[in-house]
């Protein structure tokens, strides 16, 4: 129930605060993770990020505002943050299909999107596979990009940086690097995270060689990490948007552990007989701050 009582908090803030300032840093302090988990969780919970929902919100009261007040359109759009009356009034218009002065019209419809309220859905139909695992420190190398953060951005943005590393070469040069086959799977890491941007590698374990020519290296510190598996599919990818989304709306809520700012990975094996498995693993320690089981 604790999880409860935080994200209720959470919201508590959110609703006295959406004329004013809201403290993203402050929010993830109640929810007690860090700023850029605090905005994932939120967002694979809610299915909408955390800034949309405060959008939405906002816009919701400035509509009740019009309709219910002699109020001028200039001092609501400050009141709920906008710098000027022409961006309250783009906004305004893109949620309910009128302008701000139409929203005293008699007849009018406007949309109103109501304050969240969680509560802990009790379901036992699909198991979630993990275990804990320790790993030593080790080293990666690849090709990397910056993937934006917000919103559905990393859904596309990764797969097409993944499609982009194929058609190139990137990806044949990095198995022939690692010395794996023509078809050798590989894996990616989701590193150095910035709060609205984090770096996405497409690589694989540094050969005893060394450093391939060409690409970037990565040192992954020795860590706890409880690791998700997608289970057996014939598609490398199917399940991992879904699994991602199961862990922070399912897994992290109701565990003992919580997530810190560290490498996670996306790891692609192939189990032979045209048959795929994927992990996630996402650096944790448990919530009394000790790292271990």
């Avoid at 609703?15 to 605090?38: G, K, M, N, P, V």
């Avoid at 929902?53 to 816009?59: A, D, F, P, V």
């Avoid at 943005?157 to 022939?176: H, L, Q």
């Avoid at 552990?257 to 790891?267: C, H, L, R, V, W």
Wanted: aromatic residues 14%; charged residues 20%.
């Amino acid at each position: 129930m604790d999880w409860l009582n935080r994200m209720s908090s959470v919201m508590d803030y959110i609703e006295t605060h959406l004329s004013d300032t809201i403290d993203y840093d402050q929010l993830a302090r109640i929810a007690c993770c860090s700023t850029y988990h605090f905005q994932r969780m939120f967002s694979f919970i809610t299915n909408v990020p955390l800034s949309e929902y405060i959008r939405r919100r906002r816009l919701t009261l400035a509509a009740f505002d019009l309709q219910n007040g002699n109020v001028k359109v200039i001092d609501v759009a400050l009141k709920y943050g906008y710098e000027s009356p022409e961006a309250f009034s783009r906004a305004f218009k893109k949620m309910h299909g009128v302008m701000p002065i139409s929203a005293r019209d008699k007849g009018v419809s406007l949309k109103a999107y109501p304050r969240l309220s969680f509560h802990i859905s009790i379901r036992g139909d699909v198991e979630m596979n993990y275990k804990l695992e320790e790993k030593q420190a080790f080293e990666m190398f690849g090709v990397a990009t910056e993937i934006n953060a917000g919103g559905e951005h990393p859904c596309v943005e990764i797969p097409a940086f993944w499609s982009k590393c194929i058609s190139d070469g990137s990806v044949d040069r990095i198995r022939t690097a690692a010395g794996l086959g023509e078809n050798g799977q590989i894996h990616a890491v989701l590193y150095n995270n910035q709060g609205g941007v984090f770096s996405y590698l497409i690589g694989y374990f540094m050969p005893p060689s060394g450093l391939p020519e060409g690409f970037e290296q990565l040192s992954i510190p020795p860590q706890t990490y409880a690791v998700f598996s997608t289970g057996l599919y014939p598609d490398g990818h199917s399940g991992i948007q879904e699994l991602w989304r199961r862990i922070w709306a399912e897994w992290f809520p109701t565990c003992n552990y919580e997530a810190i700012n560290g490498p996670e990975f996306e790891m692609t094996y192939d189990r032979g007989n045209g048959m795929y498995e994927m992990e996630i693993w996402i650096p944790v320690v448990k919530k009394d701050g000790n790292v271990g089981y």
